[in-house]
C-alpha cells in the first residue's frame, strides 16, 4: 500500500562570491527512483563554468561537479518530484545478518558522525531488550524525541552521535545520525537519507532523516517527528552526513543565504 | 551512629628499578582523621633517599615526595589503621548551592575525568526527577551497578566518565568517577576517595569510590558494590584520580608487582 | 627590576532578568596582592539580595557568592588597580620536580581543559629539545602565536587544548589552555590567570594568559601576544577556565551584554 | 617499470569455538588484481557452513560470510599469490579536484578513524608549504616514522588518527589512518590498504598501510617503513580499518590465536 502521491516545486539558489578558481560538489538534484520521480528539472548555472554530473550507480545521488572561475557564481536548481511512497510497514522484520543483501552489509560499520561501536553498549542497554522490528526503530525515534531537544546551533560539523548522546540537543541530522547509530548497533542496516521537505515549523528547507533496513527494504523515519516520510523530496542516501553533503568548497569563498523554496503542489 | 569500627593492617610493598635519578610522589599513606585513625605506621624506604611528606592541609592526603638514585629502590609502608565511619545518614538533604560552605564549592566543577559539563544533559534526563537527598545518589549507584560492566582491562588511565558512559565498562575508579560525574551534574558537591580495602573478590587491593556531599558532611559511597564504606580505609581524596595518583612517577623505570596485602584485625 | 607602573580604572555592568530565585558564583573583583594593588573598589547590588565574598587562602581569588530573587538584578563593580609587576625573568630556570614547592605541585596534573597527558608525546616532540627556562616558554608562546588563529566564535565552553591543538583556531582562553597544557606536559607547574586587560584590540575585555612557574615565581605570559603582562589587572588565578569562570549561575537567566570598560589612567 | 615480481605462499589457520549459531564476515582472501595475481588458492571450513562470497564489484574485496553453528570452527586459506606492483612514480603528480575521476573523490572524505576535518589545519601547517607530488607523501611518510612509535599495544579498536597524531604511539594500522588522514586534509585521495606481508620484524603477520591517489593511480606507502609495498600481498583495501576489517563477528566466541604463515618463495 502507499500513501498518498504528494508533489513538491522545489526552487533552490546559490550564490557564491569566488576570490580564485575554485572547485565544488553539490548534491542538490532530486532522487530519481522507485519511491520519487523527478517530473521535470532544470539547472543554471551563471555565468558557465566547466561542470559534470555524476551519477551513483549503487543509490542514484548525483554529483554536480562544478569548477568556477573568480568572482560571482549563481546556480538554480528547480525540479518538479513526485513523491509516492510506501506507507510504513508496521510489521517488517529485523533480518538475520546472513540474511542481509551483500551489498546492504556495509551499512552496520561504523563511521565518521555515527559510533555505533562506542555507542554499542549504551543502545543494548536501552532498546536491547525491545522486540525486533519496526517498533523497534520506532521506540528508538520516539527515545530521540523525548530525549533530544531540538536546538538550532547547538551543535556544528564536527558533532558525531555520542556527542548528542551526551548533550541531548541537536538539530535535524543530529538525530538522523543518533538514529543511524542506535540501529546499527542493533545490527539493523541504517544510512542518512536529506532532501527538500514541506513542514510546518521551521520553514521548508533541507531536512534530514534515517533508513533502516527492515522486511526487505529502506524505511524512512523522521526522529524529530518534524515530517513525516513522504514529506521529504529524498536528494541522497548515503553513510553519513559526510557521503551526503549538499555543498563541498574546495577553497574560500562568501556564500550568499541558502533557502530552498519548496512547495508542496496539487 | 557509627557502624562498627573496624580495624586493617596494611603491608604495601613497592619495588622499582631506576636507570637514573628519579622523581616520585606517592600517596600511599592512610589518612588521619576523624572517621578513620592511624594507630600505628611505619615506612621504610631502601636505600636511603631523598625525601618528605607534605600533607595538604585541607584534607589531609600525605604526599611523599621522593628523589632516589639510580638502581633498585623498594618501599615498604605498614599501618594499623582503625576505621570508625558514621553509618549513611539515609535520609541526608542535598544542599541548595547557597548552603554549601566556600570550600566545597569547586567540588561541582568538571575536571580531567568527571566531566559533568558534558554529561549534563544526560544526567538530568536518567536522575533529574529522583527526590533529592541520600536516596538519589543511591539510585544513581544502583543504576552504575545494572548498567557498567567490572571489567578490569577495559580501561586505562586515558578513560573518562564520558568514556564509561558510553561503553558501560570499566573498574572501581571508572564507576567512581562516572558517580561523582553524575552528581556534580546534579548539583551535589562530590569527589574521588582512594584507598585500601578488604573485601571478597578480587583480593584486597587499592580501591576507589567517591565521596558526596550531603546533609553536611561527605558520605561515602561505592557504586560497584564490591565493598561497603567501612571496609576502606582511605588513603586520599580528591577532585578525581588525578589528584589521589597512588604514585606519579617522573622517568622510567621499571616497577615490580604491587600488591597491598591488607588484612582485616580484631 | 620592576616594569613601569599601571593604573586601571574597571567600571563592569551585569545586568540579569531571573525567572525565579538564581544562585550565582561570580569571580570579578581584582585580585590584591604583592604585584597588583587594589587602591579603591565598590560593588553595588541592585535590588539588595543574599550575598557574601569568599576569598580562597592560597591564592586569594574572591568569590563573590548571591542568591537573588526572580526579577532584574544589576551588578556594578568599580575599581581602581594599580599593576607594578617586576619584568620577566629572561634566564629564570626551569625546577627540578624535587625542587618544587609543595603547593605548586599539583599544578602539573592535568585538568578538564587542559589534557596535559595526552598531549605529553606531542608536546615533547615540538619542545623537547629547547634548553629549559624562560626561552623555553617564549618559544611555545611564538608557536602558539604561529600556529593557532584568533577567530572569535571558534571555540566554546566544551572546548579543551587538545581541540586547540588539532583545530588551531580559538580565543585568548584556548591559547592559554594550550600554553597551560604545553607546559605541564614539560614538568613545568602552569596555571591560567585571568583579568581585566588593556590593548588595542579587541576593545578592553576580560582576558585570560597564563602563568609558568619559573626560577621560584610565577611569571605571567600571553600567547596571543594581544598584550603585555603589565597589561592586565588579575581577577583570578586557577588550574584552569572551570576555577576561574567569571561568572556560574545556577538556573535559566536572561543576561544583559557583558563589557567592561577598562581604562589606563595615570 | 616493475620492480621485481615477488611469491608469498600465505597459509592462514583460524579457530573458533562458538557457543551457537554465529555469522561471520571475513576479508581473508588476497586480492587478484593488475598488481597481484593470486595463482592458485583453497579455502577448508570444518565443519561444513552455510557460506558465500561476496566481491566488491568496485575494488574486488571479497567478503566470506558464513554463519556455523555451535562448536568448533576451523578455517583454512592457503593461496599463492605473485606481486608485481610498478615501482612508485617519484614524480607523480597530485590531481586538482576537478581532474580526480568520479569514483575516486569519496577518498577526500573523513571516515571513523580518520577524522581529516578535525586534523585539516595541523596537517596544513605541517605539509601545506611542501611541494606537491609523490614527495609530499613521503615527507608525511617520514614524519610519521621520526613522530610515532610503534608500540604494541598502545592503541586498540577504538583509537583514531586525531588520537594517534596526540599520542604519538600505534601500530601498523594507526600509521596508516594517520597517513591517510593527512593525504586527505590534503586533498589527496587516500585509503587504507591491508594485507599480508612478508618483512623481518614483527614476524609475517597481517599489515596495513595506505594508498594515495597520485599520477593517475593507487600508489602504495608504507609508513612503519618496516616493508616495501611489494612486500605485502593485499587482501583489500577500503576507507578505513572498518571496510576491510579481517574478520567481523556477530556473536560472542572463543577464538584460538590467529598468526598467518607467510613465506616469500622463488
Not at 523525548?146 to 541537536?170: H, I, K, M
Amino acid at each position: 500500500m502507499k500513501a498518498a502521491p504528494r508533489r513538491f516545486d522545489v526552487d533552490l539558489s546559490l550564490a557564491y562570491t569566488l576570490p580564485g578558481t575554485t572547485d565544488f560538489v553539490f548534491q542538490i538534484h532530486a532522487l530519481n527512483g522507485i519511491d520519487q520521480v523527478v517530473e521535470s528539472e532544470s539547472l543554471r548555472i551563471t555565468p558557465g563554468a566547466r561542470q559534470h554530473i555524476y551519477e551513483d550507480p549503487q543509490v542514484g545521488n548525483r554529483f554536480l561537479r562544478l569548477q568556477a572561475d573568480a568572482g560571482p557564481l549563481k546556480i538554480r536548481y528547480r525540479a518538479r518530484v513526485r513523491v509516492e511512497r510506501p506507507s510504513r510497514n508496521k510489521r517488517a522484520q529485523e533480518h538475520a545478518v546472513a540474511e542481509l543483501p551483500d551489498n546492504v552489509l556495509h551499512h552496520l560499520m561504523p563511521t565518521r558522525y555515527c559510533e555505533s561501536d562506542l555507542l554499542g553498549p549504551a543502545t543494548l542497554e536501552l532498546f536491547g531488550n525491545h522486540a525486533p522490528g519496526t517498533a523497534r526503530v520506532e521506540a528508538l525515534c520516539d527515545w530521540l524525541q523525548r530525549n533530544v531537544d531540538y536546538r538550532t546551533g547547538s551543535s556544528d560539523t564536527t558533532t558525531t552521535a555520542c556527542d548528542v548522546f551526551l548533550r541531548r540537543a541537536g538539530v535535524c541530522r543530529d538525530f538522523a545520525h543518533l538514529g543511524v547509530t542506535f540501529c546499527r548497533a542493533l545490527n539493523i542496516p541504517a544510512r542518512l537519507a536529506v532532501g527538500y521537505s514541506v513542514f510546518p515549523a521551521p520553514p521548508p528547507d533541507f531536512h534530514a532523516m534515517f533508513e533502516a533496513y527492515l522486511g526487505g527494504r529502506w524505511e524512512l523515519f523522521d526522529p524529530t517527528s518534524m515530517a513525516e516520510p513522504q514529506d521529504m523530496a529524498r536528494i541522497a542516501v548515503g553513510r553519513d552526513a559526510k557521503d551526503v553533503a549538499f555543498s563541498t568548497i574546495f577553497g574560500p569563498v562568501t556564500a550568499g543565504p541558502i533557502l530552498p523554496r519548496i512547495v508542496a503542489v496539487a
